[in-house]
């Protein structure tokens, strides 16, 4: 009888040997990129409202790089947003050495502001 290969290389896909069977050997891409807080909230709402999107990017491996990609952009627009809200507010440096509290309560403000934002506008939809 002829002696089966181990894996063999059809149609660009690989397969492997198990038991009688051929079965594709299947490999998601690395993704070295952390997905952070805007991207768990993504996926939550990905996974909550949107389970079909969620499912085709999960099984296409597209997923984490999706996520990662929307971290990053979400983290940008947050800090862009505050950098303009702090200066359109009047939020200097001046007013952090001269009242501290009144600051941290400012900037505070202005966060709470951005990160709502960045939830409409990039997060859940």
Known sequence: M??????????GIRYQLEGDYYLPV???PEENRLIGRWGRLHKAYLKNHRP???QS???SGKLYT?????????TERCSCIIRQMAEAEGITEELKANDPMCWVQAMNSIRSR????IQVEIIYC
């Open 2 to 11: 002829k002696e089966l290969r181990q894996t063999i290389q059809e149609h």
């Open 26 to 28: 299947l490999e998601l």
């Open 52 to 54: 079909v999107l969620y």
């Open 57 to 59: 990017l999960l099984l």
């Open 66 to 74: 999706v996520l990662a990609d929307l971290n990053e952009q979400a």
């Open 114 to 117: 951005a990160e709502e934002i």
